[in-house]
């Protein structure tokens, strides 16, 4: 079987400038291509050449400027069985006119289907195309059935996942010294340190974060907090809600400690010198990334009961769920509640860590994508 592909036009693949998207393609591509020969369309990047091919997978880089046209005369050279888009469905449109024969797949990592981002027309146009919708959560799968009930036999959740041989548990042989280390470089002390990763903005909720810490330190003086992001991918850009954040942070002192954007690679140490991770996002968030990492971790979360969170974090499990992140006093106790009980992170860390091991692996994703493609090849063309 012969699969293309096609991420968004943003970021590129591998990751080196983050993007869950693309994190999520890395981590079954080499896995996909065990069974299936695989294209990857990504964008452009400086350190990346435009045509390579790794580990069987071969990566086509076009510039973002005019991409999807580029995919588009790309792909029209090529023989294909499946293409597989990449949170675009207006993408599988056009893709569509230069690949008739193929099967087409969708993934949905944000509530793509909006009234706001597809036309009623366009959106069951690509429901009738595709064979199948992947989506990142239950929550996500659940936005597109409201607004397209014909696709509801089509949608099928496929939570993410991470990798645990490259995130190694707080507990693994050598990571003390990790811990140590990256504790140094970013300044920390000795006290619990409480994490938020991501893009600084407002729907994620850091400014809320940083109101709740004000509390939390005020009653656990050696609490810290460490906040790793940006305002956009591979940024250092400063706007109007990220000076804010900075004003909030200055107000807690010494305790709460700003690192701006990390490269990809670096990330793992931030999760090593952390004892728990917070993600109290306002909107309904999809299911974030920083979840799965965490969890490969051994780290407890605290998360909002926005979106597909709760999906995977177990309350009271695996981490703790506030129900209104805007009650900062809730998230401040929740916080409090595992800074103040390292018992009770490390159970519920290990549980994770399980818990990621079991059900949140790569070689899972791979294989849940692998039927879909199966399925999508031998049904009807046109996805039925």
């Known amino acids: 079987m012969r699969v293309a592909l096609v991420s968004t036009e943003r970021l590129p693949v591998p990751p080196i400038r983050g993007g869950a998207i693309q994190v999520y393609i890395d981590g079954v591509v080499p896995r996909l291509a065990r069974e299936v020969r695989v294209r990857v369309y990504t964008t452009a990047d400086p350190e990346l050449p435009a045509v390579e091919t790794v580990g069987g997978v071969t990566y086509r ?18 023989t294909v069985d499946l293409v597989h888009v990449f949170n675009r469905p207006r993408s599988v449109l056009t893709l569509a006119e230069v690949a008739p024969r193929a099967a087409f797949g969708l993934n949905l990592h944000n509530a793509m289907f909006h009234p706001d981002k597809i036309s009623d027309p366009d959106g069951s146009r690509v429901v009738r195309r595709v064979s199948f919708i992947a989506t990142v959560s239950r929550y ?8 397209f009930p014909e696709a509801r036999p089509k949608l099928r959740p496929v939570y993410s996942g991470a990798d645990p041989g ?21 300044g920390l002390g000795e006290g619990p340190v409480v994490m ?17 810490m004000q509390q939390v330190v005020c009653e656990e003086p ?40 990390v490269p990809p690679g670096q990330v793992p140490r931030l999760y090593a010198a952390a004892d728990l991770v917070v993600c109290p996002s306002i909107w309904e968030e999809p299911l974030a990334r920083v979840v799965y990492e ?5 780290l407890p979360v605290v998360v909002s009961r926005r979106g597909g969170l709760p999906e995977v974090v177990e309350d009271g499990g695996t981490g703790l769920v506030v129900d209104d992140p805007h009650d900062t006093m809730a998230l401040a106790t929740a916080i409090l509640t595992l800074v103040r009980d390292a018992d009770r992170r490390e159970a519920m860390g290990r549980r994770a860590r399980h818990l990621l091991e ?18 999508a090849v031998s049904g009807p063309p046109g996805g039925g």
């Open 61 to 78: 880089r076009l510039e973002r400027h005019g991409y999807l046209e580029a995919v588009a005369r790309d792909l029209a050279g090529q």
């Open 140 to 147: 996500i799968a659940d936005t597109v059935a409201q607004r």
């Open 166 to 186: 490259r995130i190694r548990p707080r507990w693994h042989p050598g990571m003390e010294e990790v811990r140590r280390r990256a504790r140094a470089d970013y």
């Open 196 to 212: 938020f990763i991501g893009r600084l903005s407002e729907k994620k909720g850091v400014h809320l974060l940083l109101q709740a």
């Open 222 to 261: 050696r609490a810290q907090l460490l906040v790793a992001g940006s305002k956009n991918f591979a940024s250092y850009r400063i706007d109007d809600y990220v000076a804010e954040c900075y004003r909030l942070a200055a107000a807690i002192d010494a305790q709460v400690h700003l690192t701006q954007w």
């Open 294 to 298: 965490a969890m490969a971790t051994g």
């Open 358 to 375: 079991t059900r949140y692996t790569w070689d899972r994703v791979a294989r849940e994508l692998l039927e879909l493609y199966r399925a």
